[in-house]
């Protein structure tokens, strides 16, 4: 009975502020030029892009910068191939059978490769949400131009990221990246790692796909949130978290998108699509500000980044926009869940800090 009265307590649980304040603000600048840049030049559809390239800085949050610089590349180049693998399925225009196929795929393949790596935040997550985003949207410009924005944007936020050494210009004495060396148990936990990703992902999208809903994109990336967790109890958290963060975020995005009084966008006529991109912005902050502290409350504000930036790229009638969301959220989140409790790893995996200097807020703390 204490064991499940700590469970609930924790739900509520946030996390000490930790300097976060410093990457969160790098990570929204990241994306605020290259954003703001594409709104200027009058091409906001292209917006999710840049977007998706910039989630790079959101890797290697608090490692020294010779440290960050490789862990962002490394990250950048799986975001890279994503929106790649993405936007080829939508230039192909190949149907809602062949993303869950092929998602699933990517899902399954970049677990083993974010394991392999050690990539921080954990797992292939970023990974599935930007594929899917990509083939859900058409591509009006050449595929080798969506390469080089999202490409760009991944650029520019690796050198905000390494920026910071410009001030000091000095490497950190004996900074490393400590990573747990592959033994046969790794890469066995590894393997049914990826074997969750494959259950969860590829049931949410039939799922979706099944029930009509419009979006399995938003299911299957929804599924592989409880699978970041370090145990048991984290991971069911973490889908809860997802559920509730998400139904909060959507009352936001109704706000903004539906027509009334507290609807910024009719106060700015004409201006529409800059008013979300700064929106889009402006979200990100908060979201980097608690996605380490309280999982549930970081996606009150990335439900918004992820459904306007969406909007910009294909204008969509608000209240479907929202109910699909929430609808594949819940669908996602079960699935995941689902997944955690019947594929039980053999052990649990070891920890790494992502350098010697590393705190432990850069890892999932296990109240998410």
């Known amino acids: 009975m204490q064991t499940m009265m700590g469970h609930v307590r924790s739900l509520n649980s946030i996390s000490p502020l930790a300097g976060d ?9 990241g994306i605020a030029v290259p954003s703001m840049v594409l709104v200027a030049l009058g091409h906001p559809e292209l917006v999710i892009y840049a977007v998706l390239g910039a989630f790079t800085g959101m ?3 608090t490692e020294p910068h010779q440290l960050r610089l490789p862990h962002q590349i490394q990250a950048g180049l799986f975001l890279l191939a994503a929106v790649t693998i993405g ?19 990517f899902a399954t393949l970049g677990s083993l490769f974010c394991d ?18 990509c083939a859900s949207v058409p591509v009006t410009i050449p595929l080798y131009q969506v390469v080089l924005i999202c490409a760009g944007s991944a650029a520019f936020s690796v050198l905000v990221g390494f920026s910071g050494w410009l001030r000091s210009r000095a490497w950190s004495p004996g900074a490393v990246r400590v990573r747990v060396p592959w033994t046969e148990g790794m890469r066995r936990d590894a393997m049914v790692h990826a074997g969750r990703h494959l259950a969860a992902v590829g049931v949410a999208g039939v799922v979706a796909v099944l029930s009509g809903i419009g979006h399995p994109h938003w299911a299957m990336a929804a599924a592989a949130v409880p699978l970041a967790g370090a145990d048991m109890p984290s991971s069911v958290h973490r889908g809860i978290h997802r559920i509730v963060g998400t139904f909060l975020g959507l009352a936001v995005v109704a706000l903004i998108l539906f027509p009334g009084p507290l609807s910024p966008m009719q106060y700015f006529p004409g201006r529409e699509a800059l008013v979300l991109a700064a929106i889009v912005v402006l979200c990100q902050f908060p979201t980097e500000m608690f996605m380490l502290r309280h999982y549930g409350l970081a996606m009150v504000f990335f439900t918004p980044v992820i459904l306007l930036m969406a909007q910009l790229a294909m204008p969509v009638d608000p209240v479907r926009l929202v109910v699909d969301r929430g609808a594949e959220t819940v669908i996602g989140a079960v699935v995941g869940i689902a997944a955690v409790v019947l594929v039980r790893r053999q052990r649990r995996r070891p920890q790494a800090p992502s350098s010697a200097s590393t705190s432990a807020s850069d890892v999932w703390p296990k109240s998410l």
Do not use: D, M
Request: charged share 10%; net charge positive; hydrophobic share 50%.
């Open 59 to 61: 890797y290697g949050r």
């Open 21 to 29: 304040h410093r990457p969160a603000f790098r990570v929204a600048l």
């Open 87 to 105: 936007s080829t399925l939508s230039v192909l225009h190949l149907g809602p059978w062949w993303l869950v196929a092929v998602q699933t795929a």
């Open 116 to 133: 392999k790596v050690q990539l921080r935040p954990n797992g292939p997550f970023f990974g599935i949400l930007a594929l899917g985003a």
